[in-house]
């Protein structure tokens, strides 16, 4: 049987001083009440004028109990006795009772207890009577029947027995202390996802394995997928020893052109203008006193200079020139000469 609070209390002290009788209620109707003596500076006795204040337990059918009638659901209070009386309240009993009941059963209670691990950070508990997991028949009550406390934490949880049964040590209490675990220290947190390197270009995204971490190994498995597992020794919290992360999925961003400006549409690269290279204009030379009239080639009946005349800006060109203006004019006198001739005779 249990009660609904979690008092944790010292033993009281064994030299009978300072004592008071209390009826502890349990889940029997049959058996209502269990007689213990406390110490009246005890925490213990906190709980139980707690109980009172606030019954943890109820009747479960209409019925009296010491001349006093009680309906089904109705709450069952501790009873607490009065400092230095020699004997428990007579509440206690349902008709003239021996102050002290005889013990006929021994009852071994004990706390179960679940160790922390990776998987379960925080220890779970439960009393036991003979091995059995606390229950209404089986003539022990616990101030705390179970319940779920951080890894190594210490608890002390009082086990009451009915009237008639006992504990190994001759009483009808027993404290039971308990230590826990601390946690392991191989645990290692499931890592995340990695980082995915997805560079420009098809089909060609793949994970970017971390480093560094002494408590997980990484792998890349043939079809692109990364796989984690915790590295000799460690455990992984949680329920999964082994993480497979599937091949990360490619983005297919093509790459730029050669030449292309990021930000601005693409276009193909104009070809370089090539320098316009203008001709040497050069100067013509001038005979002073010649600038009047000139007498041609065909004047001077010699056609046309021949094609590969040197250029006019060169020395020898010069020289020529000046040769050939000397020829035209001596050619125009001979013709000049000639006509007059001519004239002459007709005349």
Not at 143 to 165: K, R
């Amino acid at each position: 049987m249990a009660t609904a609070t979690s008092a944790q209390a010292t033993a009281p002290g064994d030299d009978g001083e300072h004592k008071v009788w209390v009826c502890h209620a349990t889940s029997s109707d049959t058996n209502p009440y269990t007689i213990i003596e406390v110490d009246v500076a005890s925490t213990k006795l906190e709980a139980h004028e707690a109980h009172k204040a606030t019954p943890n337990k109820r009747w479960k059918t209409d019925g009296t109990w010491a001349g006093a009638s009680h309906t089904a659901d109705q709450p069952k209070p501790d009873i607490i006795g009065t400092p230095g009386d020699e004997n428990p309240p007579s509440d206690c009993y349902d008709s003239e009772t021996p102050s002290t009941p005889p013990a006929s059963k021994v009852l071994n209670p004990t706390i179960d207890v679940t160790a922390p691990d990776c998987n379960n950070t925080a220890v779970t508990w439960v009393g036991k009577v003979d091995g059995a997991v606390d229950n209404a028949d089986d003539h022990v009550d616990f101030d705390l029947t179970s319940g779920t406390v951080a890894a190594g934490q210490t608890i002390v949880v009082t086990a009451i027995a009915e009237n008639g049964y006992e504990f190994s040590n001759g009483k009808q209490e027993v404290d039971l202390e308990k230590s826990f675990a601390a946690l392991p220290t191989n645990c290692a947190t499931p890592p995340p996802a990695p980082q995915v390197n997805d560079p420009c270009g098809p089909n060609n995204a793949v994970w970017v394995l971390p480093t560094g971490d002494p408590k997980v190994v990484w792998s890349t498995l043939p079809n692109g997928d990364a796989q984690v597992v915790p590295a000799p020794g460690v455990v992984f919290t949680g329920n999964s020893q082994v993480l497979t992360f599937a091949k990360p999925v490619d983005s297919n961003v093509a790459c730029d052109e050669p030449g292309e400006v990021l930000g601005t549409e693409s276009a193909a690269p104009k070809p370089s203008k090539k320098p316009e290279v203008k001709p040497t204009k050069t100067s013509e030379p001038q005979v002073l006193g010649t600038e009047a009239a000139v007498p041609t080639a065909v004047d001077a009946g010699l056609g046309s200079l021949p094609a590969a005349a040197p250029a006019p800006g060169s020395l020898l060109g010069q020289l020529l020139a000046g040769a050939g203006v000397a020829l035209m004019l001596a050619a125009g006198w001979l013709m000049t000469a000639g006509r007059r001739k001519v004239g002459a005779r007709e005349a």
